[in-house]
């Protein structure tokens, strides 16, 4: 199973990758230069986020981030995955059609938001496919009924229901199956999360052959 997370980490960077230094440039010169880096990527980040990094910082409200429980993934996503954001996850050789693992770790993501008496909001699960196995849900310890189901025809009517869902009130995780995903699409997912403090998970199959 692959994973991509769409926004930069914690430091502005994607991957945890740094900027070298120019050449000739002293030790004090080089903090400098990486504390301009630093504040330029914050303001670019404020400019383009609708205010979702003021909120973090503010502290207000849930954590920023969803802890995966995994010390060591947990500690390279600076916490675990941000709540309002997108992400992607697929599967890899057979597994890219089915994206059965992927899918198992989508369910394992929401189960805490489908315990009975949680008031975080809805789940939504959008997909083309229509072929998730409500007794093998209840294997997952996840309670079907409780998983709002949404059948799409298309990769373009799955964004579209992802990108409405992400707008609206009382929604607290966005899965959506799609096979094709391109920059702009990800990048109207991405402000719609950051915008109304919502998850969404694309969850990557690839079209069946024939």
């Known amino acids: 199973m692959k994973w991509k997370t769409c926004p930069a980490d914690s430091t502005g960077t994607l991957g945890g990758a740094t900027d070298p230094a120019p050449a000739g440039i002293t030790a004090a010169e080089e903090l400098t230069v990486a504390e301009k880096l630093a504040a330029l990527r914050s303001q670019l980040a404020r400019t383009t986020s609708g205010g979702a990094v003021a909120r973090r910082e503010a502290g207000g409200g849930k954590s920023p981030v969803l802890p995966l429980g995994l010390a060591h993934v947990d500690r390279h996503l600076g916490g675990g995955l941000a709540r309002d954001a997108l992400h992607e996850i697929a599967g890899l050789g057979f597994d890219r059609e089915q994206a059965a693992l992927p899918a198992f770790f989508a369910l394992q993501l929401i189960r805490p938001y489908l315990t009975p008496g949680r008031k975080d909001g809805a789940c ?30 298309n990769d373009q ?13 009382g929604i607290a995780f966005v899965i959506g199956e799609l096979d094709q ?16 403090g919502c998850t969404a998970l694309a ?5 069946r052959a024939g």
């Open 203 to 207: 969850l990557r199959r690839a079209a």
């Open 157 to 169: 009517e799955t964004l579209w229901a992802m990108e409405e869902a992400l707008r609206a009130d």
């Open 124 to 153: 939504l699960w959008i997909s083309p496919h229509q072929d998730l196995y409500a007794p093998g849900l209840r294997y997952g310890d996840v309670d079907p009924a409780r998983l709002v189901l949404v059948a799409t025809r």
């Open 181 to 196: 995903l391109d920059l702009t699409a990800s990048r109207r997912l991405q402000l719609a999360a950051e915008s109304h």
